[in-house]
C-alpha cells in the first residue's frame, strides 16, 4: 500500500484545489496520461535496468537518436512506416546492447558505461540530423527544399482512441509496462534479473547466465527508448536531435517514486507507474492553480525527497 | 571450566529485556547479569534470539524494553558508538573491517576523534602493533585487510576491540571462521581477559568450546531464558536438550557400503591460479552415492579445490572424469549443466536476500520449473513446500524474502537449492559454518540421505567432529599436497590434526 500514498495525496491535493472544478475534468486527466506516457516508456526499462542492479542514463539521448532516425527514415527517404519503426527498434537495442555488454563482461560500471552512451548517442543523432531538426520541409539532394506530407503513423501515434478519450501515447505506456510486467514478473529472465540485482556473485555461483541477464536488461530498456523515441517524433512531427534531454533523470526519478530499490534485486514495474503517475499528477495540479514553473521544480524536488523518505522500509533485522 | 564463580558486583545486567519485531517475538523478558571476571555463555538456537540480545547490548538495537545497568547504573545506548564509549565491545559474527584499509587504518575508525583532527599515522601504527602484539599476532600494521585470510581478519578484529578501555566483551560465536589452533590461541585469550576483569559475553554454539570457557551458562530458546547456571553444574545433555527443547538424540550410526561406480577420477590434477592456494598432484576417486570430507588447514589447498571441480577451471592441468567422461567446467552453468552444484561457505554468496526462499531454492533448476521461458509458480510452489518442510526450515512463508530468516534456515534455503538441480555431484564448501547444533543435525540428516540416493557428496569442514561425524573418508591436504586418507574407521581427532599439520596419518 505505501507505494500509493504519495499518489493519493496527490490527488486528494488536487481535489481540494481543484482549479475551479478544472481537476474533475476528464481532459485533464487524459492530458496528464498523455504527458507522462514517453517518460512512462523510458522508466518501464529503466526499471528493469535497475532491477539488474545497473543504471542506464543513456536512455535520453537514445531516444533522441531514434526520434532523429525515425524521422529521417520516414520524412527524409520515405520509408513507410510498418518498415522504419522495427528498424529505429533495432537502433535502440543495438545501443542498448553495446552497453549492456560493456557492463556484463569487462564487468565496468554501469553509470560509466551508459554516461558514455548517452554522449555517445547524443552526438550520432546530431551527425544524423546534420544539427538539424528533420521536419516535413525537407532539402533534396539538389538542395531544393519542398514539403513531404506528413505519414500516417505520425497522425496515427499522435492521435487518441475510444472516442477520443485516450491518447495513442498513452497505449504504448501502458503496453510497454505490460509487456515489462511480464517479463520481471513471469518470466524465467525476470527471475534472473532480480536475482543478478540482488547479488551478482550468488546468482552467478548458482547457475544464473549472469551475462545474458545483464545485456538482456540494457537491451530491453533500448528498445523501450526507441519506442518513447519514435512517440516523441510522432508528437512533435519531426525528428529533433535536442529532444529528450534530461529524460533519463525523469525515468529514474519516476522508478524511484515508486519505491524500486537502486540498489537493484527489488522493486517492480507496477510501482513505477505509480511513480510515473504522481509525477505527472503533481506536475498537473501545481500548473493547473498556478504555481509558477520555478517553484514547481522546487516542489517536485522536495516532494520525491519526501516520498522516498516515507516510503523507506524499516525493519530489515531479524531475530 | 570456571571453577569459582567471582563475586563482586555485576558488570553487565539484564533487566526483562524485551524485543519484538514485526510478527515475531525476538526477546520475552530475558535477565542476566555478568560479573567481572566472568565468561558467560549465552547459547541458543537459530531463531532463539542470540543476535538480538547482542544487538540490543551492543546498542545496535534501540526500541527495546527493560533495562541494561553497566556498574550499577542503568544505560540506554542510543547508537553502537556509545555502547563503544561506555566500554561495551562486540565483536560480531559479519566481520566489520574494511577491506582496502591497513590494519592500522582500520584501527584508527573506531577511534573516537574529531573528523577533522590531523593523523599520526606512527602513532596509530603503534598502537595498532600493541594491540596484535597482546593477542600474539605476528601481523605488520600496514598490511591491508584484503591481503589476510577469514581467521586472520577474525582476530585482527578482537584485537581491534580489545584496544580500547573495555569493561564489557560481547562475541558473537568468534570461532566459527577459525581452524582448531586459531581457536584454541582465541579461547586462552578469552579466559585471560576474563582474569583481567573484564565481563565476557559469549555467544557459542560449539559444546566443547562452551564447557572450555564457561563461568556460566544461560540458555535462551524461543527468545526466553531456559536457564542460567554455573557451568560445572550443567551437564552435555542437559544443555543440548535445553537448547533443543527435548531429550539430546543419539549419534548416528556408522555407515557400511558396498564397493560402488566411480564417479569422480582425478589424476594429476593441480591448479596454480594467481589468487588462490595452488594445489598439485592430486589423485582419488569418488563412488557414485559417496560422502567425502576434505580436510586442510587455510593455505592446504582445499577451499581451491572445491572451486576449481565447480568452475574455476583456468590455470588447471591433470585429468579429471565424472562418470567416465572428461569434465572441465568453466563456470558455475557449465559445471550445473554436468550435474555438479556448489555450496559456498560464506552465505553471502550462497543467499539472495531479497528474493523470497522460494525464488532461492528453484534459482538453479528454473528451467525444469519452466516452459518456454515461463516461469510455472504452481509447479514450483508444490516442489518447493514439501522440500521445505521436510528439511525443517523455518520460514514465515515460502514468499517471504530470505533475510528475514535465521542463518541456519539460509544456509538449508541454499542447499534446498542445490538439491533441486538433482546434481550427480554436491561440492559443500563448509556447509555447517555458522549454524547451531539442531540445525547442523537437520543438514548432516539431509546429506546422508542425499548421499544414500546416490549423489556423490564432496565437503570441505573447519570442525573436525563434523569430518568424522558425516564422511565416508576424510581426503586431508596439507600445503597443495594430498597427505592422507582416512577411512571411517581410523577418523579421530588427534590423527586428523596431524594429519592436517603435514604430518603422516
Not at chain 2, 590531523?118 to 593477542?135: G, T, Y
Request: proline content about 4%.
Amino acid at each position: 500500500m505505501r507505494p500509493f500514498v504519495p499518489l493519493v495525496a496527490v490527488l486528494v491535493f488536487g481535489c481540494v484545489l481543484n482549479a475551479n472544478g478544472a481537476f474533475f475534468e476528464w481532459q485533464t486527466h487524459r492530458a496528464v496520461l498523455r504527458e507522462i506516457s514517453v517518460g512512462g516508456i523510458l522508466a518501464s526499462g529503466m526499471t528493469v535496468v535497475i532491477v539488474s542492479g545497473g543504471i542506464d542514463l543513456a536512455v535520453g539521448s537514445v531516444l533522441a537518436l531514434s526520434a532523429v532516425s525515425f524521422a529521417w527514415l520516414t520524412l527524409l527517404h520515405g520509408l513507410p512506416g510498418f518498415f522504419a519503426l522495427p528498424l529505429v527498434l533495432l537502433v535502440g537495442a543495438a545501443a542498448g546492447a553495446l552497453s549492456g555488454v560493456l557492463v556484463a563482461w569487462p564487468r565496468m560500471q554501469p553509470f560509466i558505461v551508459t554516461l558514455a552512451m548517452m554522449v555517445f548517442a547524443r552526438g550520432l543523432a546530431k551527425e544524423l540530423s546534420g544539427g538539424q531538426k528533420i521536419s516535413t520541409y525537407v532539402q533534396d539532394p539538389s538542395g531544393a527544399f519542398r514539403s513531404v506530407p506528413l505519414p500516417a503513423v505520425f497522425e496515427a501515434l499522435d492521435g487518441r482512441v475510444l472516442g477520443g478519450n485516450v491518447s495513442v501515447v498513452t497505449l504504448v505506456f501502458l503496453g510497454s509496462a505490460f509487456v515489462t510486467w511480464v517479463i520481471l514478473e513471469r518470466l524465467r529472465v525476470g527471475r534472473y534479473l532480480f536475482a543478478v540485482g540482488g547479488n551478482f556473485e550468488a546468482a552467478r555461483l548458482s547457475g544464473v547466465p549472469v551475462h545474458f541477464t545483464l545485456i538482456f536488461a540494457y537491451v530491453l530498456s533500448g528498445i523501450c527508448a526507441a519506442l518513447a523515441g519514435i512517440c516523441q517524433a510522432a508528437q512533435e512531427t519531426h525528428g529533433d536531435p535536442e529532444t529528450g534531454l534530461g529524460y533519463e533523470l525523469d525515468a529514474i526519478a519516476m522508478v524511484v517514486l515508486g519505491g524500486t530499490s537502486l540498489m537493484g534485486g527489488r522493486g517492480g514495474v507496477a510501482l513505477t507507474v505509480i511513480g510515473a503517475l504522481t509525477l505527472g499528477y503533481l506536475e498537473k495540479v501545481l500548473s493547473l492553480n498556478a504555481y509558477s514553473s520555478e517553484l514547481r521544480l522546487m516542489l517536485t524536488g522536495v516532494i520525491l525527497v519526501l516520498a522516498v523518505l516515507f516510503q523507506r522500509r524499516f525493519g530489515r533485522e531479524s531475530a | 571450566m570456571g571453577e569459582r564463580l567471582p563475586h563482586g558486583e555485576p558488570r553487565l545486567e539484564l533487566v526483562e529485556l524485551s524485543k519484538t519485531f514485526a510478527e515475531t517475538r525476538a526477546l520475552d523478558r530475558v535477565s542476566f547479569d555478568v560479573r567481572p571476571g566472568e565468561v558467560h555463555v549465552v547459547a541458543g538456537e537459530n531463531g532463539a534470539g542470540k543476535s538480538t540480545l547482542i544487538r540490543v547490548i551492543a546498542g545496535a538495537v534501540t526500541d527495546y524494553t527493560g533495562e541494561l545497568r553497566l556498574d550499577g547504573r542503568a544505560v540506554r545506548f542510543a547508537n553502537p558508538a556509545a555502547a563503544s564509549a561506555h566500554g561495551v565491545a562486540t565483536i560480531h559474527q559479519e566481520l566489520s573491517l574494511v577491506p582496502a584499509l591497513s590494519i592500522a587504518d582500520n584501527f584508527e575508525l573506531t577511534r573516537a576523534a574529531s573528523p577533522f583532527a590531523p593523523r599520526d599515522r606512527r602513532r596509530a601504527s603503534a598502537a595498532a602493533a600493541a594491540a596484535l602484539a597482546r593477542l600474539e599476532l605476528a601481523l605488520e600494521p600496514a598490511v591491508l585487510v584484503e591481503t589476510l585470510s577469514v581467521a586472520e581478519r577474525q582476530l585482527v578484529e578482537i584485537a581491534r576491540a580489545l584496544a580500547g578501555n573495555v569493561r564489557v566483551l560481547v562475541m558473537d560465536e568468534p570461532t566459527s571462521a577459525l581452524f582448531e589452533r586459531d581457536v584454541d590461541r582465541l579461547l586462552s585469550l578469552v579466559e585471560r581477559l576474563a582474569r583481567d576483569g573484564i565481563g565476557v559475553v559469549y555467544v557459542s554454539h560449539r559444546l566443547e568450546e562452551i564447557f572450555r570457557v564457561a563461568t556460566r551458562i544461560s540458555v535462551l530458546r524461543d527468545g526466553r531464558r531456559v536457564f542460567t547456571r554455573p557451568a560445572g553444574e550443567v551437564t552435555r545433555d542437559e544443555l543440548v536438550s535445553g537448547l533443543v527443547g527435548k531429550a539430546a538424540s543419539s549419534p548416528p550410526v556408522p555407515r557400511v557400503r558396498a564397493p560402488r561406480a566411480v564417479r569422480l577420477r582425478v589424476r594429476g590434477f593441480g591448479c596454480d591460479t594467481p589468487s588462490r592456494v595452488p594445489f598439485d598432484g592430486l589423485e582419488f576417486e569418488l563412488g557414485v552415492g559417496e560422502l567425502v570430507g576434505v580436510a586442510g588447514v587455510d593455505g592446504s589447498g582445499a577451499s581451491t579445490l572445491l572451486h576449481v571441480l565447480f568452475g574455476a577451471a583456468r590455470h588447471t592441468h591433470g585429468e579429471v572424469t565424472l562418470d567416465g567422461e572428461p569434465y572441465s567446467a568453466s563456470g558455475p552453468r557449465a559445471a550445473f549443466a554436468r550435474g555438479v552444484a556448489l555450496l559456498a561457505s560464506d552465505r553471502h554468496e550462497s543467499v539472495l536476500g531479497e528474493l523470497s526462499v522460494l525464488a532461492n531454492a528453484t534459482l538453479s533448476s528454473l528451467g525444469a520449473f519452466s516452459r518456454a521461458g515461463v516461469v510455472d509458480r504452481a509447479a514450483e510452489r508444490a516442489a518447493v513446500a514439501p522440500a521445505s518442510s521436510r528439511m525443517r526450515v523455518k520460514a514465515p512463508s515460502l514468499d517471504a524474502a530470505a533475510f528475514a530468516l535465521s542463518g541456519g534456515n539460509q544456509q538449508k534455503v541454499a542447499l534446498l537449492r542445490c538439491l533441486l538441480s538433482k546434481p550427480r555431484l554436491l561440492v559443500l564448501d563448509d556447509p555447517t559454518r555458522g549454524i547451531d547444533v539442531a540445525a547442523r543435525a537437520d543438514v548432516h540428516e539431509l546429506l546422508r540421505e542425499v548421499a544414500a540416493s546416490g549423489t556423490t557428496i564432496l565437503f570441505r569442514s573447519t570442525d573436525l567432529a563434523e569430518l568424522a561425524a558425516l564422511s565416508d573418508r576424510v581426503l586431508v591436504l596439507a600445503r597443495g599436497r594430498h597427505t592422507a586418507t582416512l577411512a571411517r574407521g581410523e577418523l579421530d581427532d588427534a590423527r586428523l590434526l596431524s594429519a592436517m599439520m603435514g604430518g603422516a596419518a
